[in-house]
């Protein structure tokens, strides 16, 4: 069955730092796509970007980086120049492309609250 | 255009009571999904329709738990004889179609306590 692992409960760095939040999964489907979410204090789900399996490209957008590696099992979110506003918990999220379609919805890891200070 | 859409925002009410909550979808989208949320938690998936059809019901936790979508609509979560385990934020997402590789996109839930 899949699993998703987000070791860092909680990771507090100060503005203008670069933190780096580790995601580690498992699979047997050789076909899956890698998501994260970003869950600020109000509470809603923002989706961040979608990573399929056949793609080991890593993606920069804007201050935002992602380290995808097969050979780990790891999706690693960095964050570069940390703001206060980057403060939320991040989640992780694995979907199978042989779960049949949404059947078993998305497997999300139990997140990393991410604090960052002024 | 509008987002997901859910309703109540909070809900409290008493053990062995029912409770129904409603996810509005983004239009358009076809599939939609229930997750729940127990505090410091991840999301734990619960169903899912691609249509008004919910093709797997074994997420629900027990059989106090039945959801309903009216056609590519509304959904409603019900929970019968709630207990205090149930008290959690109940999320509910969209997307174009059931498709693993579709980014889900999700409401602000649901926070229901159970005194």
């Known amino acids: 069955a899949q699993k998703v692992t987000q070791a860092q409960t909680e990771i507090s760095v100060v503005e203008k730092e670069d933190v780096t939040l580790d995601c580690v999964y498992e699979t047997r489907d050789t076909t899956y796509y890698l998501f994260w979410y970003k869950q600020p204090p109000s509470g809603e789900l923002v989706f961040l970007i979608r990573r399929n399996s056949f793609d080991e490209q890593n993606e920069i957008s804007g201050r935002y980086s992602w380290n995808f590696q097969k050979s780990t099992s790891s999706f690693n979110f960095t964050i570069t120049a940390s703001q206060v506003v980057d403060s939320a918990v991040y989640f992780c999220a694995l979907s199978e492309a042989g779960s049949g379609g949404g059947a078993d919805g998305l497997t999300f890891g139990k997140g990393t609250h991410l604090i960052i200070q002024p | 255009g509008a987002g997901v859409s859910q309703s109540p925002s909070n809900k409290v009410t008493e053990k062995g009571k029912d409770v129904e909550l409603r996810c509005d979808p983004i239009s358009g989208h076809t599939a939609l999904y229930w997750y729940r949320q127990r505090l410091g938690q991840g999301l734990e998936f619960l169903i899912y329709f691609q249509g008004n059809s919910a093709p797997d019901k074994s997420g629900l936790p027990s059989d106090r738990f039945s959801a309903e979508r009216t056609g590519e609509s509304v959904s409603t979560l019900t929970i019968q004889r709630t207990q205090q385990e149930d008290s959690a934020v109940y999320l509910c997402?969209?997307?174009?179609?059931?498709?693993?590789?579709?980014?889900?996109?999700f409401g602000d839930g649901t926070r229901l306590s159970i005194l």
């Open positions: 997402a969209s997307s174009l179609w059931s498709g693993p590789n579709q980014p889900q996109h």
